[in-house]
């Protein structure tokens, strides 16, 4: 991977803030920050690059030939499929969703020949693929698949990292029913991403001696078997064995006090066992401001963490916050790997 290969950006949904956000991104970069290049429909960001009153983005055929048009322009790779149906901000169409699906592929495979550094994702909308016959639960299951066949060192994911407002925690489970996740738990599973977060945070962050935080299921983590057996059954055993493995990881912590100011300082991560018990802390934290990052894929993605918005699409009002600490992350960790 070349340090000078920019990031590129999925446009994600067109119908979404997904070309707002990303212009307003390069508003606000241009002479500072990443660089980076959008992949998308031409036509759909010019439309909003007019309605925000911002320059036209140039097409570009070659992630290198970002740079030379970066200062003025947004830099933009044509999607392989373009928008196929009349486009309304705000109003999502399946039509839409092979489009979205080219940008992605052609995101990652740029990743993987070393043409970009990182791939950042604007929003998709899951039903709206799903209505369209994508089969993954979201675009995370999806990188997974698309590298599948491609090398990588160290424990394989995906997993799921969400970061913001100086806590990171990583999830056990991704996108499914809270029941499934509970009845999903597992201490493989639990080691498995254990041993991730612990490589990446090595790899990816930078930090030589990660400390780990493992959250509890039930309240007070169980009360020594009172409220429940998994933190004595399933839980605390498999942080026994990750400790034997020379990772610094908690026993069951409850989830109440783990994540005010003086509990995050005593940690690196937080390992957590379904998608509110980490988001719900991070969003609380930094709710504009939050990253989604995946771990252990042979390429680096991260994403803002929060969806389409149809309902401000196209009024201008979307904010570029998460995206602009989506860029930044992703250039980061691409550094840590280079």
């Not at 592929?105 to 604007?122: D, H, Q, R, Y």
């Not at 034997?244 to 100011?261: L, R, Y």
């Amino acid at each position: 991977m070349s340090s000078a290969s920019p990031v590129v950006i999925t446009m994600g949904d067109p119908a979404g803030i997904g070309p707002e956000i990303i212009l307003k991104a390069w508003a606000q970069r241009q002479d500072a920050g990443p660089l980076f290049a959008c992949i998308g429909d031409i036509d759909v960001l010019n439309a909003c690059a007019r309605r925000l009153a911002l320059p036209a983005p140039v097409e570009i055929h070659d992630p290198q030939a970002a740079a030379s048009c970066f200062p003025t322009a947004l830099p933009v790779l044509r999607a392989p499929l373009p928008v196929a149906a009349p486009l309304t901000a705000g109003q999502p169409d399946p039509r839409h969703a092979a489009s979205v699906k080219s940008c992605i592929e052609t995101g990652v495979a740029l990743c993987l020949s070393g043409a970009a550094s990182a791939l950042v994702t604007a929003p998709i909308a899951k039903s709206v693929m799903y209505e369209a016959g994508f089969s993954f639960p979201g675009h995370t299951e999806f990188l997974a698949e698309l590298t599948r066949d491609h090398s990588f060192e160290g424990t394989r994911g995906p997993a799921m990292m969400l970061a913001g407002g100086g806590l990171r925690v990583v999830l056990t489970s991704i996108h499914e029913p809270l029941a499934q996740a509970i009845a999903n738990l597992s201490a493989a599973r639990i080691e498995q991403i254990a041993r991730l977060t612990h490589q990446a945070l090595q790899r990816d962050f930078g930090i030589s001696r990660p400390r780990l935080a493992l959250a509890g299921l039930n309240p007070h983590a169980g009360e020594a078997g009172t409220l429940g057996r998994e933190e004595i059954e399933i839980i605390n055993p498999a942080a026994a064995r990750l400790r034997a493995e020379g990772i610094d990881i908690t026993d069951a912590q409850p989830p109440d006090t783990m994540f005010h100011a003086e509990a995050r300082a005593q940690y690196d991560a937080a390992i957590c066992l379904y998608h509110d018990q980490g988001l719900i802390p991070v969003k609380t934290l930094d709710f504009h401001g939050g990253v989604n990052i995946t771990l252990g894929l042979p390429i680096v993605r991260t994403s803002p963490d929060h969806g389409t918005a149809f309902d401000i699409a196209g009024r201008g009002i979307a904010r570029a916050d998460s995206l602009l600490a989506a860029l930044d992350s992703a250039a980061a960790i691409a550094g840590h790997r280079a």
